[in-house]
Structures are given as C-alpha cells and as structure tokens.
C-alpha cells in the first residue's frame, strides 16, 4: 500500500525536466511554428537592421567621405582631442565614484537590515526615473552663482557650474545605479554565511571581502563597470545643461558633434561620432565577455 501511495520522482523528475527541457531545444516541427520563428527572425534582423547596422554604415561611409586626409585631421583637431580628454576624464571619475560607492551600498544593503533600507535603494535608483536635463538643472540651482550654495562657492573662488567639476558630477549622477544594480543581486543571492563562518575562524574584514565575498563579485562588478563607462561617454543631457558648451573647455565628445553638426559641418561632426562608434564597439565586446563569464 505504502508503495502505491508513494510518488514516482523518477518520473516526476523526467517529466518536469527532460522533457520540459526538450519543448525548448528540440520543438515540434510542425508548420506553424516554422512560420512563427521564421517571421520572428525576419523582424529581428530587418529592426536591427534599420536601426543598428545601418545608422552605424552611414556613420563611417560620412565620416570617410571626404578620404582619409580629413578624416585624420579632424579627429586630430585641437577642440576633437580636448573634447575627447574631458570624456575620458569625466567617464573614469564617474567610474571610480561609483564603482567604490556601488561595492559599499550594494554590500550594505544585502548584508544589514536597517530601518530606511528599501529607502535608500530608492534613493539609489533616482537617477533612473529623472531626466538627464532636470538632473543638470538641478545641479544649477545648487552649485550656480544664483543657486543654494553659490555664494559660498563664490566667495571660495569654487567653479562647479559652466566648468569641468560640474561635468563630472552630472556625469556621476546618472551613471550612479548602474554598478550598484549589477552587484545588489549577486550578494544577496549569496548570502551571509560563508562571511559569518570566516569570522568565526578569525579572519578579519578585509580578508573575508578579498576571499570569500570578492570571488562572487567580480564578473558581476565587472559587467557594472562596463555599463557604467558606456553611459558615461555617451552621456549628453545633464552635461549639456551645465557645461555651457564652452568649446576647447566643458565640451564633451557628444556636445563637440553638437556643435559641429550644428555648423552644418556634418562630415566633421560624423567623423567625431565616428570615434565614439569605435569606443562603443570596443565597450560592447568586453560588455559580452562578461556577460558570458558571469552567465547573464
């Protein structure tokens, strides 16, 4: 009795896994579904193919269409190279910022609970659900001659706003969730124990983090960091409003074909953008290498 009562997991285990699994791998072969992939795949491409494969082309063949000797001397121009400094120069502070920042919030977040918790992972996500071009004007009416602390600023000779400081900080703002979203999931999911047993052992903090914590973290910390430095090249919105398009001072690589495109110097300003076609194909194949090592 005992024997007819008690469940099959063999077969339950067949039947939920193999041939569940075997519904995804192997489909039937029947009309319908060959007409549903095959349509599905013809949209994909020709969407891909509108709005990724054939803005990129037209970028390069405009960029090169003047030949080589133009190409170089624009992406060599004074104004082109100091441009591309200050992306570089806001992309790594930005990076840095929030690279240290999203390893001690995430950490604190998926470690302690606190009153304020899921506050302050809401405060975390702000830069999210707030326009890139609020968040400059923000930045304005604080840091600004006519903001909060401008006369301090002032009186201090601080320039924030209209100067390089404030390039950065706009771009830190809204790249600020990103290695904070990739790493939140990864501790928590991971839990306290391993810690908690390390420091039952002796190990001290920052040995428990570098060997046990760290090992869990870093594709995922990595994934971040490429997310975080793709937004902050191509960031346009909070920079425009508080850089002033200062040319040769505030202006980054997205506000420099602005202005150039602008001036109806359109092989110019696409051989600019050309430079960061280049740097988002390089950010996208470290993005997919650690996409593929952690799994995602």
């Not at 000797?69 to 790594?92: M, P, S």
């Amino acid at each position: 009795m005992k024997k007819e009562t008690e469940p099959d997991y063999k077969q339950d285990i067949a039947g939920d896994g193999i041939h569940s699994l075997q519904k995804v791998v192997e489909p039937h072969q029947d009309q319908g579904s060959l007409a549903v992939k095959y349509v599905l795949i013809g949209v994909s491409v020709l969407f891909l193919t509108l709005m990724l494969i054939l803005p990129l082309a037209v970028v390069t063949a405009n960029a090169l269409r003047e030949g080589w000797v133009v190409y170089r001397d624009t992406i060599l121009n004074e104004y082109t190279v100091k441009a591309l400094g200050l992306t570089v120069l806001a992309t790594v502070a930005a990076v840095a910022v929030n690279t240290i920042f999203g390893i001690f919030a995430a950490y604190l977040l998926s470690k302690f609970y606190f009153r304020g918790r899921q506050v302050l992972a809401a405060l975390i996500d702000l830069p999210f659900s707030i326009s890139p071009v609020i968040a400059g004007l923000v930045f304005i009416l604080t840091f600004g001659n006519i903001g909060w602390m401008g006369p301090f600023l002032k009186a201090h000779n601080i320039k924030i706003v209209f100067a390089v400081p404030g390039v950065i900080l706009a771009t830190i703002f809204v790249t600020f969730p990103f290695v904070f979203r990739e790493l939140f999931p990864v501790l928590n999911a991971q839990g306290k124990d391993e810690e908690e047993a390390a420091a039952l052992m002796g190990a001290g903090g920052f040995t428990i983090f570098w060997r046990i914590t760290f090992p869990h973290i870093k594709w995922a910390l990595l994934y971040g960091i490429i997310l975080c430095t793709a937004r902050a090249m191509g960031e346009f919105g909070a920079v425009s409003v508080i850089s002033g398009h200062l040319r040769g001072k505030t202006n980054t690589l997205p506000l420099h074909v602005e202005i150039l495109y602008n001036e109806f110097n359109t092989t110019a300003a696409f051989a600019v953008s050309s430079i960061l076609v280049i740097m988002a194909v390089v950010i996208l194949i470290a993005r997919n290498l650690a996409q593929h090592r952690t799994g995602f």
